[in-house]
């Protein structure tokens, strides 16, 4: 190919071939421009043109799905990135028969996000970008005010539901619970094509971790949930994301997806020699933009350049850029995808 465009090296690369070279992206939230379309959409787009990176992770508010559901957080008041809980759908695990399939089409939450996507689409037009959509399981978790990762993230639900009465003591609810969401985020994904999305960036979050779910529970409520979703967005590329410790990423070998995205450099977590069937995103701690620690930034970039020099890969820190980010440090990161070529 004799100039590559953005769009040809993201569709290449996630299509397991190399392109002229790697690409890269960061995502960050910004907490005070995500609790409406507008000002999601000129954010997200003033970021991407401002680094100029060469894809987009869209970063909706981390609650926006359990929103669907009736859950209500107070956005005056955040911890890290996470709203405070006032109220849960679900106050009890007997509660999960009261969920239901919501559309698209007639939900809030949901339509506030795909206007989203049609803006940022409007404002990026050659630009790749994939919506951020939770998994069913992690879904649910929010909804009843329990931590979706393994270290405690819920701001302002102090007695959750406990995992016990959810997925032993209210089997079948759960089930019930978990078929709805899937459902309704399955509907969700054919409006994001709709609306100009590429895909999915997929999210399990810390899920697969054993010491939140052991391998049966989440084959039993996880992987059948994703799989209803995943193939409501098989129109894209899509990239899935396991978070924190102990992520597995070589569980999702089987998974209907084109990239995957986890920690390399967390405990118990392998890097990136790993054996993966999708293409590998990520390389760089997102911990180091905390810090906003230049020298290792680049340093790790570069080598992870370098390892992956004859492979498709995509560059980007290993989770969501901290609050605390410079200017500066996202300009040097993004510079070392070019200094690697010279």
Known sequence: MSEWTK?????????????????????RHFIDKEQNAEDLANTTIEFTRKYDWDWVKINPRATYLAEAWGNEYDFSDYRAVFPRQQTTAIPTAASLWDLEVKKAAESAPLLEHLDAVRRIRQGLPDTPLIQTVFSP??????????????????????????????FREHRAAAHHALHAISMTLADYVQELEQAGSNGLFYAVTGTANPGLFNEAMFDEFSRPYDSIVLEAASYGKNVLHTCGTYAQPEKFNDYRIDGISWDTQAEGNPGLAAALSATKVGGVDHALFATNDITQIKQQAEEALSLMKDQPFILSPNCAIPLSVTDEALAEFKQTIHEKRS
């Open 7 to 27: 769009q040809d090296r993201f569709n290449a690369i996630l299509s397991g071939e190399r392109a002229d070279r790697a690409i890269i992206s960061g995502w």
């Open 137 to 166: 399981l992690t879904v649910l978790l929010f909804i009843v005010g329990r931590s979706a990762y393994v270290t405690q993230t819920v701001f302002g639900i102090e007695h959750p539901v406990t995992l016990e009465s959810l």
